[in-house]
T-cell receptor, first 114, second 114 residues
Framework: DSGVTQTPKHLITATGQRVTLRCSPR?????VYWYQQSLDQGLQFLIQ???????AKGNILERFSAQQFPDLHSELNLSSLELGDSALYFC?????????????FGPGTRLTVT | GDSVTQMEGPVTLSEEACLTI???????????LFWYVQYPGEGLQLLLK?????DKGSNKGFEATYRKETTSFHLEKGSVQVSDSAVYFC?????????????FGGGTRVLVKP
């Protein structure tokens, strides 16, 4: 158990809908990252927050947005869902922001868009 | 941009065989290097890391050496067990103004048979 929690574990929804994925980082961790794992794209970085502020953006679609709240939990919002958005979404956290800092991953949320 | 290339699987081995998974990287600076493991139905777990040239990371019988001259970070284990069956991901992280995301290779599935 990494200490990172993600809810829900599974999500099935229809095209055009909007969903919210939630992540609670390890106690004391200030940085949160979101990654998408799909069969065709592999593991891709979406976005990073550090202590409530956006730190870095990767291959995140405009239909997707995220935020980190004062209690440091984070939410990833996915809207106007398409079939291609079906994937496993991972949240990771780290104590700080730095290249040598280890990132700890949650169990993921499996999103299925039908 | 940064990239990681690792050997495609699946790799099928018998128990007690030696395992090597090749990983090479391209980066603009001096990244930190990681191996993560993903067991079926679970999130990613950090297996080992190395933060500078010639560093050797090791954990659970696995080891990898940061080779700057060949830009490689090959994962090795001398005697695998059935419980080592998983997908292994090589990754790098660079500390940039744009955060310290992990860039992953495509993953290598390893199957160890009794």
């Amino acid at each position: 158990d990494s200490g990172v929690t993600q809810t829900p574990k599974h999500l099935i929804t229809a095209t055009g809908q909007r969903v919210t994925l939630r992540c609670s980082p390890r106690s004391g961790d200030l940085s949160v990252y979101w990654y998408q794992q799909s069969l065709d794209q592999g593991l891709q970085f979406l976005i990073q927050y550090y202590n409530g502020e956006e730190r870095a953006k990767g291959n995140i679609l405009e239909r997707f947005s995220a935020q980190q709240f004062p209690d440091l939990h984070s939410e990833l919002n996915l809207s106007s869902l398409e079939l291609g958005d079906s994937a496993l979404y991972f949240c990771a956290s780290s104590v700080a922001s730095g290249q040598a800092i280890e990132q700890y991953f949650g169990p993921g949320t499996r999103l299925t868009v039908t | 941009g940064d990239s990681v290339t690792q050997m495609e699987g699946p790799v099928t081995l018998s128990e007690e065989a030696c395992l090597t998974i090749n990983c090479t990287y391209t980066a603009t600076g001096y990244p930190s290097l990681f191996w993560y493991v993903q067991y079926p139905g679970e999130g990613l777990q950090l297996l080992l890391k190395a933060t500078k040239a010639d560093d050797k990371g090791s954990n659970k019988g696995f080891e990898a050496t940061y080779r700057k001259e060949t830009t490689s970070f090959h994962l090795e284990k001398g005697s695998v067990q059935v419980s080592d069956s998983a997908v292994y991901f090589c990754a790098l992280s660079e500390d940039k103004a744009a955060g310290n995301k992990l860039t992953f290779g495509g993953g290598t599935r390893v199957l160890v048979k009794p």
